[in-house]
Nanobody
Framework: QVQLVESGGGLVQAGGSLSLSCAAS????????AGWYRQAPGKQRELVAS???????YYADSVKGRFTISRDNTKNTVYLQMNSLKPEDTAVYYC?????????WGLGTQVTVSS
């Protein structure tokens, strides 16, 4: 059973920054490619960034140059540094495997960016 616990969200003004963390655990669990997803109200969940165990990263065009994903393999933790936040970044952010997420999603962490 995989457990994913996201934290670090909050309310911030446009142009501000937030840092998210995701702690992953579980028996036999190995997060090879880890990703941050987000879901805004009324929209489908989308992948915004991913990182391999070796540190190769991917970013969606909408966050490229503003977000930075990183990970600590010894701690099974994935991070997302978000800078220059925009109101359209408002969403619940989740971490999970890429490209096939585990069925057991965490509760996510709410990010709200005010204009």
């Amino acid at each position: 059973q995989v457990q994913l616990v996201e934290s670090g969200g909050g309310l911030v003004q446009a142009g501000g920054s937030l840092s998210l963390s995701c702690a992953a655990s579980g028996s036999g669990f190995r997060l090879n490619v880890a990703g941050w997803y987000r879901q805004a109200p009324g929209k489908q969940r989308e992948l915004v960034a991913s990182i391999t165990r070796g540190g190769v990263t991917y970013y969606a065009d909408s966050v490229k140059g503003r977000f930075t994903i990183s990970r600590d393999n010894t701690k099974n933790t994935v991070y997302l540094q978000m800078n220059s936040l925009k109101p359209e970044d408002t969403a619940v952010y989740y971490c999970n495997a890429v490209p096939t997420p585990y069925d057991s999603w965490g509760l996510g962490t709410q990010v709200t960016v005010s204009s």
